[in-house]
């Protein structure tokens, strides 16, 4: 369930100091026992390409014997698009976790640690101009993806846009189906883009545990074709394919062994190529 609550005077009233770089919750909205979303206000001055990342976090617990606290940092791919007036972020708790033990249970009215420097390859401009983009993800490496396909970038480079999602539960895909479910109704992307953008979308989503319409992980349903006779497309070239991946590290592997046997070239930032991987956390 969604919660919203207005940020007003009463709420933004803390008894400790504001936090370095401080910035509000807004809305909050679980989905499983591992995984969450919150929105946050966003700093003015802040400017970035949609897919990149940035530094958020909390104070870590006070040192048991100065009573200093140090902050605890951690990447976090922003999840809406550049355009947007807050920030979304999606994330995984971890109950032992230094960070995110303590960000799962933030409220709004609540601040957090964001440090206004983007970053990230997981961008357009590195890489070159194709007919498809393919954006692979596991678990929470949907969130860059989730920026992605809410901009309007991303449909004026590309003729088709293909998403595949693994996650090991069905309730792990739900942040993405609703969100993919929602453009279809968002009047403001359907007039800035054009009416019915998301027709070019095509989502595959996988689990890997738990019985769903598609078991598998996403390498395997490749490497036997089976994801490209599903998705009525061919595998992917050089001529025509880029792709991002995001995903946990044996992911990120299999699948850039898997490009390199396609043809397809990594590309970064400063030498734009056919595709591209964040390396900077994994999930």
Same mark, same amino acid.
């Given at each position: ?6 940020v ?6 803390? $008894? !400790?100091? @504001? ?9 909050? &909205?679980?989905? %499983? ?38 902050p ?9 698009p ?19 033990s ?34 692979? $993800? !596991?678990? @929470? ?9 809410r &901009?309007?970038? %991303? ?22 189906r ?66 991002m991946?995001?995903?946990n ?35």
């Open positions: 369930m969604t919660e919203q609550t207005p007003n005077e009463t709420t933004a009233v803390k $008894a !400790t100091p @504001t936090l370095p770089d401080a910035q509000t919750v807004t809305e909050i &909205e679980h989905y %499983t026992d591992r995984l969450f979303r919150f929105r946050c206000t966003r700093p003015a001055s802040l400017r970035f390409r949609s897919g990149e990342f940035v530094m958020i976090g909390l104070m870590g617990d006070p040192h048991p014997e100065t009573g200093k606290q140090k605890l940092l951690r990447a976090y791919s922003i999840a809406s550049s355009w947007d007036e807050e920030l979304e972020f999606y994330s995984i708790k971890v109950q032992d976790g230094p960070l995110t303590k960000l799962q249970h933030i409220q709004p009215g609540d601040e957090i640690i964001l440090r206004p420097k983007p970053v990230g390859t997981l961008v357009h401009d590195a890489l070159l101009p194709g007919k498809r983009i393919w954006f692979f $993800a !596991t678990g @929470t490496g949907f969130a860059p993806f989730a920026s992605l396909l &901009e309007p970038q %991303t449909y004026e480079d590309y003729d088709e846009v293909i998403i595949t999602h693994t996650c090991r539960e069905v309730g792990e895909l739900t942040y993405g609703d969100l993919i479910e929602s453009l279809k109704h968002d009047e403001l992307l359907n007039e800035v883009i054009g009416e019915g953008f998301w027709k070019k979308i095509k989502y595959y989503p996988t689990t890997t545990r738990e019985e769903s319409p598609k078991m598998g992980r996403i390498t395997d349903l490749m490497k036997s074709g089976e994801a490209f006779k599903d998705l009525d497309v061919e595998p992917l070239n050089p001529e025509s394919d880029r792709a991946i995001c995903g590290l044996a992911f990120n592997l299999e699948l850039k062994e898997m490009f390199e046997e396609y043809g397809l070239e990594e590309g970064a930032n400063s030498k734009p190529a056919h595709y591209v991987v964040e390396k900077a956390f994994l999930d």
